[in-house]
């Protein structure tokens, strides 16, 4: 996958769902609080999150939510304990980075424009109205009619959510210099702010 800029898991189930998708090895015996103090130590070791307090409790209540969600699997021998995200789990994953997927605002801004131009025919109009809903909410400004603009480089972003819903075909991403930009500036002071939050809502998943 294509490197994103994406804001952390916040909480002990994101976090399992997020490296579960790389297999969770854990050498542990069968014991139930053998397993979590195993589990407890590998998510501690990964997350840069000190925050987010771990016990054994709350670790096997997201444990629980998931296998019942049928995201995770647990497979477990008399050495090791597997967990590893289902097809379900991966759809879920990938819900996590869109929602999260952010444009971070770089320390020097190159005076570049970007342009996401798109023509996605009716047949695909769910998929259009989430595309166009996302965009919005990662900080773009209609430029023209199915032209929208953004200050910084987002081609991994947006290239992700393209493919995702299958109109990377309909979708031109070109980057440019536009002179007299200072209307446009203007336009995107808040987002010269902030353009962090990004979390989707509509319908995409």
């Not at 007299?180 to 702010?193: A, E, G, S, V």
Request: with cysteine; charged share 30%.
């Amino acid at each position: 996958m294509k490197f994103l800029d994406f804001n952390k898991p916040q909480n002990i189930t994101q976090w399992i769902v997020f490296l579960a998708a790389t297999t969770i090895i854990l050498s542990s015996p069968r014991g139930t609080r053998h397993f979590l103090r195993e589990l407890n130590k590998y998510l501690n070791n990964r997350s840069s999150d000190k925050k987010t307090k771990l016990t054994s409790k709350n670790l096997s209540q997201a444990i629980h939510r998931l296998k019942n969600r049928k995201l995770i699997s647990i497979k477990r021998s008399d050495s090791k304990t597997i967990i590893e995200l289902t097809e379900k789990g991966q759809r879920k994953k990938l819900e996590y980075i869109i929602n999260n997927t952010i444009i971070n605002k770089p320390k020097s801004w190159d005076k570049k424009w970007r342009l996401v131009i798109f023509d996605i025919p009716e047949t695909h109009r769910k998929h259009r109205v989430a595309f166009r809903n996302k965009l919005k909410q990662l900080g773009f400004i209609q430029f023209q009619k199915s032209v929208w603009i953004h200050p910084y480089e987002c081609q991994n972003e947006i290239s992700f959510l393209a493919e995702y819903l299958n109109i990377s075909q309909y979708l031109t991403l070109i980057t440019t210099s536009i002179e007299d930009d200072k209307p446009l500036k203007k336009l995107f002071q808040n987002t010269f702010k902030d353009c962090r939050s990004a979390k989707f809502e509509g319908g995409l998943i």
